[in-house]
């Protein structure tokens, strides 16, 4: 139990283009999802925390503008990177806690080029 | 913000050697996790600590949490090439929320 999938595992686009990432909790009801960007030999960076129903809370140095998060329902939120450019190629990974527990169970992870 | 420091960076072993990582921290943590991250993928949860002291053990993993609440090790006994990855600790910070160590890269010469 307790998988979280996210799609695409990998996309590649042109600069100034949006590109959208699902994330969803497969066997159970998420309130809250995380989304984390991880550069390359770094650690994982909290971006944001994703509330079902609710605008998310995002970490200082963030653009909320840029990164849309949507969690419209208990299990599905989606990153939306708008007007993407190359430095924000990463790897982006996403957190679902279940309604009843504390623990985040992680998705396989989003890579996105941006060219 | 609170910020948990991991030792060693890197870690380059034979196979069948055993593997000791440690996190510190400034402050207190009540709970600590160790993940393991593989290339291209997610952290995946090792193992959880919630009490000072405890010593807990999952495989040939075993981690203890420090007895000052400041810190945390792990240990691989008897590693194996798919023991090649990130090995990272977290603990709580806020609500639900995770801070990361910067993660322990292990590789495993065969």
């Known amino acids: 139990g307790a998988v979280v999938s996210q799609h695409p595992s990998r996309v590649i686009c042109k600069s100034g283009t949006s590109v959208k990432i699902e994330c969803r909790s497969l066997d159970f009801q998420a309130t809250t999802m995380f989304w984390y960007r991880q550069f390359p030999k770094q650690s994982l960076m909290l971006m944001a925390t994703?509330?079902?129903?609710?605008?998310?809370?995002?970490e200082q140095g963030v653009e909320k503008d840029k990164f849309l998060i949507n969690h419209a329902s208990l299990t599905l939120s989606t990153l939306t990177v708008t007007s993407a450019h190359p430095e924000d190629s990463s790897f982006y990974i996403c957190?679902?806690?279940?309604?009843?527990?504390?623990?985040?169970?992680f998705g396989p992870g989003t890579r996105l080029l941006v060219l | 913000g609170q910020q948990l420091n991991q030792s060693p960076q890197s870690m380059f072993i034979q196979e069948g050697e055993d593997v000791s990582m440690n996190c510190t921290s400034s402050s207190i943590f009540n709970t600590w996790l160790w993940y393991k991250q593989d290339p291209g993928e997610g952290p995946v949860l090792l193992i959880a600590l919630y009490k000072a002291g405890e010593l807990t053990s999952n495989g040939r993993l075993t981690a203890q949490f420090g007895i000052t609440r400041k810190d945390s090790f792990l240990n691989i006994s008897a590693s194996i090439p798919s023991d090649v990855g990130i090995y990272f600790c977290?603990?709580?910070?806020?609500?639900?929320?995770?801070?990361f160590g910067q993660g322990t890269r292990l590789t495993i010469n065969p």
């Open positions: 957190s679902a806690v279940a309604a009843s527990s504390e623990t985040q169970y």
């Open positions: 994703s509330n079902e129903g609710s605008k998310a809370t995002y």
């Open positions: 977290a603990g709580p910070q806020g609500a639900q929320k995770l801070v």
